[in-house]
């Protein structure tokens, strides 16, 4: 039936043209941000899980620059370590040097004394975003032997965790102030003259070649031996921790990559796919323009028959 009140032709022209359309603002928007999925009306779930990873890595970002800041940290404490091993060395060649018999002890000890200066020089220097591992003082508030660094985010079943790396630096501490239990400042007596040093204080200038004397000099020489075996313990230690923390930072690193991908799976838009999809709507575009027009045209159609 031809009618001038309802056109269905048109009617149903209009319906597929307005489908078209709307897909083609959607593939456009696809190409436009790249995104198959940039909001929850896209897809609620995909939006969702997407939103939650971001999230996550921005967390991991910001784990990556803490073993990053804990990575120098580390760094610095070891190179002051081995800083002391090699004044330390030149100590215990200098006491060496003192036991021969016949030898200014006096002026041995003014240059012993000038490397036990510039021990405590590279103790006090060591330091890192405020943090000094190596000369410390236990009795200050807030002192904690054990140093902690954020190592790894993790998110299961909604819950999140964040792992550590921990340095107990009780044995790596050359100075403490408050008692003295640093490896360089730890004091011990002389088995015959009853005297009380450290490799940070010991004072040779007033020894003679009495073998009691010469026998305390050894002693001195052997505590300095011990506190170098001692440092190069420490360094280990501190280097290890390095090692494994720049493996965590490697990971970290890695995964935030897996994660992007994993993204990229759940909301990016394949562009050949979208590009193909783009170039069919415009032809069905202007088609469905087309078959409105002949629509709207079957009304001119009964004008003719009351001419």
């Keep these: 039936m031809a009618s001038i009140l309802t056109n269905t032709s048109a009617m149903t022209a209009l319906s597929s043209l307005n489908a078209t359309n709307k897909?083609?603002?959607?593939?456009?928007?696809?190409?436009?941000?790249?995104?198959?999925?940039?909001s929850a009306e896209d897809n609620a779930a995909y939006w969702?899980?997407?939103?939650?990873?971001?999230?996550d890595k921005e967390s991991l970002a910001t784990v990556k620059d803490a073993?990053?800041?804990?990575?120098?940290?580390?760094?610095?404490?070891?190179?002051?370590?081995?800083?002391?091993?090699?004044?330390?060395?030149?100590?215990?060649?200098?006491?060496?040097?003192?036991?021969?018999?016949?030898?200014?002890?006096?002026?041995?000890?003014?240059?012993?004394?000038?490397?036990?200066?510039?021990?405590?020089s590279v103790a006090d220097s060591s330091v890192f975003s405020g943090e000094n591992w190596l000369s410390v003082d236990s009795a200050a508030a807030g002192y904690n032997a054990s140093k902690s660094m954020v190592s790894s985010f993790t998110r299961s079943g909604g819950a999140i965790a964040i792992g550590t790396i921990s340095v107990d630096i009780t044995n790596v501490k050359l100075y403490d102030a408050n008692d003295k239990?640093?490896?360089?400042?730890?004091?011990?007596?002389?088995?015959?003259?009853?005297?009380?040093?450290?490799?940070?204080?010991?004072?040779?200038?007033?020894?003679?070649?009495?073998?009691?004397?010469?026998?305390?000099l050894e002693q001195m020489i052997g505590s300095v031996d011990t506190a170098i075996g001692s440092m190069?313990?420490?360094?280990?230690?501190v280097g290890a921790v390095k090692t494994r923390t720049s493996l965590q930072k490697d990971f970290v690193n890695s995964l935030m990559n897996a994660i992007d991908r994993g993204i990229g799976t759940l909301v990016d838009a394949d562009m050949t796919e979208e590009s193909t999809k783009l170039q069919a709507l415009q032809v069905q575009q202007q088609l469905g323009v087309q078959a409105l027009s002949i629509a709207n045209q079957s009304s001119q159609t009964i004008l003719s028959l009351f001419r």
Excluded: F, H
């Design 48 to 55: 969702s899980i997407a939103t939650t990873m971001r999230s």
């Design 23 to 38: 897909s083609l603002d959607k593939t456009q928007s696809r190409i436009s941000t790249g995104y198959r999925v940039a």
């Design 67 to 120: 073993l990053g800041l804990g990575s120098s940290t580390l760094d610095v404490t070891y190179t002051g370590i081995n800083s002391a091993i090699d004044v330390t060395k030149e100590i215990k060649n200098k006491l060496v040097a003192a036991r021969q018999p016949g030898v200014d002890r006096s002026k041995v000890q003014a240059e012993i004394t000038e490397l036990q200066n510039q021990l405590k």
């Design 181 to 216: 239990s640093g490896i360089l400042d730890t004091e011990d007596t002389t088995t015959n003259g009853a005297v009380t040093y450290s490799v940070a204080t010991l004072d040779i200038s007033g020894l003679t070649d009495t073998d009691a004397d010469l026998a305390d």
């Design 232 to 237: 190069t313990s420490a360094a280990a230690n």
